[in-house]
């Protein structure tokens, strides 16, 4: 895990329902624990993994699915694809799909003669 990684993680450990002023109430056995997870540059706390990662998707995907990300061809962001054909991130796939689209109807209209002006 990277600094900044870190950082974005430490900041999520705020918001696990376990957490309080710096403890865990998970590993409370009748005298305060430190959050392990609020200390440590890895993922040690299985709740936070599966209960508050997911809340920073960017972060969750950079940390749990290494092997299986992509890299968008756009800008370059990695991401986890939804399947072996996927190219492009959330955000850029809106945009290149709605250009892809247009230049798909202005071809088939082209095609088919609806473009043409037709004058006397």
């Not at 959050?35 to 940390?63: G, K």
């Not at 299986?68 to 990695?78: H, L």
């Not at 694809?81 to 247009?102: E, F, M």
Request: with cysteine; aromatic share 8%.
């Amino acid at each position: 895990m990277t600094y900044s990684q870190y950082r974005r993680a430490r900041k999520l450990v705020h918001q696990c329902c376990n957490y309080e002023n710096g403890n865990c109430l998970a590993l409370d056995d009748g005298e305060e624990c430190v959050c392990v997870q609020s200390i440590s540059y890895s993922l040690l706390c299985r709740w936070f993994r599966v209960a508050v990662l997911p809340l920073d998707e960017p972060l969750a995907a950079a940390l749990l699915y290494r092997k299986e990300q992509k890299r968008c061809a756009v800008c370059g962001q990695p991401f986890l694809p939804g399947s072996n054909r996927a190219k492009y991130c959330k955000s850029c796939a809106v945009v290149i799909h709605r250009r892809q689209k247009t230049a798909s109807d202005r071809k088939r209209r082209a095609a088919c003669g609806q473009l043409e002006a037709k004058r006397p």
